[in-house]
């Protein structure tokens, strides 16, 4: 049964209610949000606010305002990167220890991304030439009804569409577990895509289990986040006397990575360059050969009673194996054959191969056309339009903190620490979907450089609603150039299942001998840093799922509990993730509402323990 837009709003609705505080509600779902027209002519779903916060915002205007109230000097304790309650979990003995940035660090970082990036365009490690010709997965087995059973001298045969971070770590894991494992590949080219990824302590822990020469090289490779402080700042002046007064820049919540990691003897979070896991993942994870470019899967047949799954690719290409595993992205073409989808269900995913190939025309076109897409889909346009870029710069703050996000109305601006004296900076603005940014021209060359400028400018009049920003956040986007800076409309899909389809409620991600990973089965906002580290959990629980099978007829049943195993997690943090952006740009009102603003920022304050005790589990 096609899952319906509405109910797909009704389950997105029902996790925000349950998520959030009783003071606020999270954006609209798709179905109750008012569509608009951009400039091109391209239909977007605007995400607004509803519920309290709305009701809030209203009276707040229509009240007579109080200059007095918003004068006066803030507090300097908001100012402090460190406070006592870091710093006494920062100095505990088992805590990483924060090595300052030198020259040395900054070259091998940086020369080991560019070598891998090399790497990776060069096609080393790909099955190309001849050894494709005779790859084992082109030849249809004589299996007979009812399948054949599984031993070590004969394996479970895997492929794997799609060869970002979910797909090279389920190819890993089966490895690992003496599978036969063949990977597909959309992208003409390896090609790096992104700035670095930060993998947190439960992605590192599954990585450990699946092999633990890829963790050692992943913790060697990587940049220690987990030694500073992380949270969130206002990022322009906000407040008044009743509710507290803040200057911009100011904290308004602070806390460590590294306490519920050590409570879980979990390791510390790192940050890797993209290419340089995807060069550790080939290199160490499986055989040579074992990724094919150029390689769409358009269709798959499930040859039934235990025979596994005839695919075919775009070029026509027949390739065969006991298990399909789409992990091929949020438009997963996999994912569109698996649920039924309507045709153009599935587009083209800038995955962390496949994306670094797009240029500014490219991404253009993949704008407009995704609203299409996702409408076939079924994912939720989250409100926001993400610029983002990796600024080849020292931050000003690099010893203190690691990452923070500048909040405001209408927008906000993340930054993390992406090693190499380099900083990951993502600014994301509410807008309908669909929209572009001009072509560059004589009298402006540089228009997405021109419009952040505006959005997040530090001086005069500010921004246009009169909002004059910290500073920090013009210091990564000048640092970074036109050509650098990417922009994406921002989707995700529904946490909760939605749909009545008996087969789908028993095995949400998983029919027959196909099953979905990754942002197939569960695209979420980047808000937590947790996309990535839930597809590398998924990766380790679904080849743990078929390590268990000794007959290819119980590949169903596997594939099914792996897939009941994992939604309710994955709903979780998905939930966590969609409320945790809708809340942010609802941040700035709260911080002028007497006794509300306060408790609020005490909630968010006392619930991070929490929420990352829960992300930090060492059983997924």
Partial sequence: MKTSRRTNSLATLVVGLSLSTPSTLSFAPSALTSRRTTSLHVIGEQASSIGPATLLRNLKQNLPQIPWLAEGEAPTSNKIDIPDHVAAVLSRPDAPKREAENAERTRRIRSRAAQASEDALKMRGMLVGEDDAKAWWRTQRVIPEGGREVTEEDPLTVLVAGGGLAGLVVAAAAHAKGMKVALFEQASSYAPYGGPIQIQSNALRALQQINPTIFEELVSAGTCTADRVSG??????????????????????????IGPALEAGLPATVVVDRPVIQQILVKHGFPEGTVRIKSRIQSYEDLGKGRGVRVTLEDGTKAYGDVLVGADGIWSQVRKNLHGLDEGAGGFAASGAAGGALDDAEARKLARDTV???????????GFTCYAALAPHRASNIENVSYQILLGEKKYFVSTDGGGERQQWFALIREPAGGVDPEPSPQDPHPKLTRLRKEFACDGSGDADGNVWDPFALELINASSEEDIKRRDLYDGA????????QRLLSPWAKGPVALCGDAAHPMMPNLGQGGCQATEDGYRLVEELAKVQHTRNVPGALGNYSRVRVIRTAIIQGFA?????L??????????????PFFLTMTQLSMPFILRFLYTPSF
């Fill in 578 to 582: 969609q409320l945790g952006s809708d």
């Fill in 372 to 382: 299409k897409i996702a409408a076939k889909a079924d994912r939720r346009y989250s």
């Fill in 584 to 597: 942010l740009v609802d941040f700035d009102l709260m911080m002028t509402i007497p006794l509300l603003g």
């Fill in 232 to 257: 969130l700042k206002i990022g322009y002046r906000k407040g008044n006397k009743l509710a507290g007064l803040y200057d911009a820049g100011d904290w308004l919540v602070r806390f460590d990575t």
């Fill in 495 to 502: 946490p909760l299942l939605t749909t009545l389809d008996p």
